[in-house]
């Protein structure tokens, strides 16, 4: 097998566990508010939101040292790990406890930095410029075949219940479960970085990995890695995308967890209400996949570079808010558990609230897809701590979401993500058409 064809084969199986491993977190995740607000009239007084702030806290926090716990354990062993802690908190919900579900949020924070810094590390690390576009638009597109799969079990399962029973819960979590440890385990699939290499060829890209002829300990490589990630989060470029990578933090909390909610709270959906939440997280996923796939497969042909694939995604997000806006009551998201009969500025249709979904799936495809590939591009010798950085922004900003989601009306969740939006796009628009000029001009952009 040729290095091209190995690095192709990491790409795919990289994309596969992750898509099995996320099919069952964000199933969780989708379906926990529904299920957890079944539960408040037992022992167990959980909430999701505040699972999910707690996880996107501890997440961002973690990204500081997830490079370094890279640097010693390496990209393979961190994801398989990190995976088992996954399946741990999925495995919390076949018989909840608030202590052991709070406790669980805290690990997988800081599992998910350190999954997500050896994700970008191997991404980067089996991609060149010319096939870091296509790669990242593959992988992103297999992770979110992940919103499909589960989802579709959660619609035919859910189908005209009103309530989740005992059962139900346990029948869907069992699954998950063990779908989870199934995606944990393809890891091991994944050759390692050097065997990805023709003999005698120089890896210049992997700083986790460090120079073969240095005598450095891990522990040495840990703390650069940690100094490195310092250095690169005041350089004018991450500071920019910081702000496209914030609204990606914020917009991913509502379409994995919020608007999920408000759909099942919408009494007026009738005895569909419960399934439709399964329904909405098939057509989101089919929005990631659509996006992530064409992006990949275009990204190659493409003149235009990552411009009019961020033009596209926020145009997509704005029409899905305003469509939202009008359909959604305003209460939806901080329903109780018997739901709402309000109405927003017209009577609620599932036609529309679902086609959102797709919408909010599409948009974050062309920002998710575009980011990736940038810092790739950018950072091909950084890789590690540049998607540590991105992770830290991105998840501190999902934890912001998650909390304010407990207390926000719609409207102002909504006008909240218009605003970070549009200032995001500016700042990403920014710094491609500084990487291009570079480009044009033969000059090195990572050493700026």
Request: include cysteine; proline fraction near 2%; hydrophobic fraction near 45%.
């Amino acid at each position: 097998m040729s290095p091209e064809s190995k690095q192709l084969f990491n790409i795919l199986m990289l994309g596969v566990s992750f898509m099995f491993i996320f099919t069952a977190f964000q199933t969780c995740g989708n379906i926990a508010q529904t299920v957890i607000t079944n539960l408040n009239n037992t022992d167990f007084h959980g909430s999701g939101y505040t699972s999910m702030s707690i996880i996107y806290g501890v997440f961002s926090a973690s990204n500081l040292i997830s490079p370094s716990v890279v640097a010693v354990a390496g990209p393979q062993l961190s994801m398989v790990i990190s995976g088992v802690f996954y399946s741990l908190y999925i495995a919390v919900f076949i018989q909840p406890s608030t202590w052991a579900f709070y406790t669980a949020s805290v690990f997988i924070g800081i599992a998910a930095a350190v999954l997500w810094t050896a994700q970008g590390n191997c991404l980067t690390v089996n991609s060149d410029e010319n096939t870091i576009g296509r790669n990242s638009g593959i992988f992103w597109a297999l992770l979110q075949s992940s919103l499909f799969f589960g989802n579709l079990y959660i619609y035919f399962a859910w189908q005209g219940k009103t309530h989740i029973s005992e059962s139900d819960r346990r029948t869907v979590f069992i699954a998950l479960t063990v779908i989870s440890l199934v995606g944990t385990v393809l890891f091991f699939l994944i050759r390692k970085q050097e065997d990805t290499k023709a003999p005698g060829e120089e890896d210049s890209t992997n700083e986790i990995q460090g120079d073969s002829s240095s005598s450095q300990s891990k522990m040495t490589r840990a703390v650069a890695a940690f100094k490195r990630s310092i250095k690169l989060s005041f350089t004018k470029e991450i500071l920019l995308l910081s702000v496209t990578t914030a609204y990606t933090g914020l917009e991913l909390t509502f379409f994995s967890g919020v608007y999920g909610t408000c759909i099942g709270a919408v009494n007026r959906f009738g005895n569909e209400e419960k399934s439709l939440i399964g329904l909405s997280g098939i057509f989101t996923g089919v929005g990631e996949i659509l996006g992530g796939g064409i992006f990949g497969l275009v990204s190659k042909k493409n003149r235009f570079g990552r411009t009019p694939v961020v033009m596209l995604g926020i145009i997509v997000h704005f029409v899905a808010f305003y469509l939202i806006f009008f359909n959604m009551p305003n209460n939806a998201p901080i329903a109780p558990m018997e739901g709402t009969d309000d109405i927003a500025y017209m009577i609620p249709s599932k036609e529309v609230a679902i086609f959102c979904s797709f919408l909010l799936g599409l948009g974050d495809s062309c920002f998710n897809t575009q980011l990736l590939s940038i810092l790739g591009f950018l950072y091909s010798e950084d890789s590690a701590p540049a998607f540590a950085i991105f992770k830290f922004v991105q998840s501190i900003c999902a934890a912001v979401a998650y909390f304010y989601s407990n207390y926000f009306l719609l409207q102002w969740q909504l006008l909240i993500m218009v605003v970070v939006g549009f200032f995001g796009t500016i700042t990403f628009f920014t710094v491609e058409w500084e990487a291009a000029a570079f480009v044009a001009r033969g000059s090195d952009y990572s050493s700026i």
